[in-house]
């Protein structure tokens, strides 16, 4: 497997990324991952920023399982879990994940985000933005940008899950957002 992006481009990345949310927002935030590995970026950010800037960032995990139609040979469905312990309203909401690719998941996510009340606003982020969108969701925030045919698969791994950070090129590894 071929690496896309290191450990130390990761870091660099989700730095990058909470630096430009914090700088072009002036109402309260809160982030909400997306899965797990979404929720671990979530918390990264929210790490950065109050390192940075002595801002504490309120964090949540949203799971959209039920929100996303699901292949007729899946039997069964996993899931997850769903923790927003706190008030979205009047709030800007920045929903993260760790790709995108059609645009499916997110989706779900704002769906499911409904439920939660109603925020001020919502902006959407990604680590990894497959340039491959077929649903009309504009992403804010962006990390690096990678079109589908120059790397058609990604493996996207994080050391609080998978014991590494690393994204690589690979096979049948890919997860729809």
Do not use: W
């Amino acid at each position: 497997m071929t690496d896309i992006f290191n450990e130390e481009q990761i870091q660099s990345s989700v730095k990058s990324l909470a630096l430009q949310i914090y700088n072009s927002n002036f109402n309260q935030l809160v982030f909400i991952g997306l899965g797990d590995n979404g929720s671990i970026l979530a918390k990264r950010m929210a790490n950065v920023l109050l390192k940075e800037f002595n801002v504490t960032i309120l964090v949540g995990t949203l799971d959209v399982t039920l929100y996303k139609s699901h292949d007729s040979k899946e039997h069964f469905i996993t899931i997850g879990e769903t923790s927003i312990n706190f008030s979205l309203q009047g709030k800007t909401v920045v929903l993260i994940s760790d790709q995108v690719n059609s645009g499916k998941t997110m989706i779900a996510g704002l769906n499911a985000l409904s439920d939660y009340g109603e925020p001020l606003e919502i902006k959407c982020c990604s680590l990894i933005y497959r340039d491959c969108m077929t649903r009309p969701i504009y992403f804010h925030y962006k990390g690096k940008v990678i079109a589908k045919e120059d790397v058609p698969s990604l493996k996207i791994s994080f050391y609080e899950k998978d014991g590494e950070d690393s994204i690589k090129e690979g096979l049948n590894y890919e997860t729809h957002v």
